[in-house]
Nanobody, 121 residues
Framework: QLQASGGGVARPGGSLRLSCKVSGVSFDEYSTGWFRQVPGKEREGVSCISSDDNTEYADSVRGRFTISSDNTQNTVYLQMNSLKPEDTAVYYC?????????????????WGQGTQVTVSS
């Protein structure tokens, strides 16, 4: 089970931090990723952290977003800085059982509910 939280409204240039609490799987063996989706568009991979803490980022967020993992809390975070209106979307977290970092949504086995992020002035 994955529980995402931390969405909300931010101004352009602002920051938000998303959290994904993971339960029911071996947290230290799974990769955890963040995806986002806007109505009418396909789900987009944003970032992923592997079981050995390798990270992947979409080009659109590299340098602005940072993914991290707290193994003591079974939680993955997505720190989003320098937010842009085009970051507005529903954000989902997901877990993938091979432990590799990937941004391909079909690789992921478990999905949490989405959390809305809105960037607007």
């Amino acid at each position: 089970q994955l529980q995402a939280s931390g969405g909300g409204v931010a101004r352009p240039g602002g920051s938000l931090r998303l959290s994904c609490k993971v339960s029911g799987v071996s947290f230290d063996e799974y990769s955890t990723g963040w995806f986002r989706q806007v109505p009418g568009k396909e789900r987009e991979g944003v970032s992923c952290i592997s079981s050995d803490d390798n990270t992947e980022y979409a080009d659109s967020v590299r340098g602005r977003f940072t993914i991290s993992s707290d193994n003591t809390q079974n939680t993955v975070y997505l720190q989003m800085n320098s937010l842009k209106p085009e970051d507005t979307a529903v954000y989902y977290c997901a877990a993938e059982g091979t432990g590799w970092a990937t941004l391909v949504s079909s690789d992921f086995d478990y999905w949490g509910q989405g959390t809305q992020v809105t960037v607007s002035s």
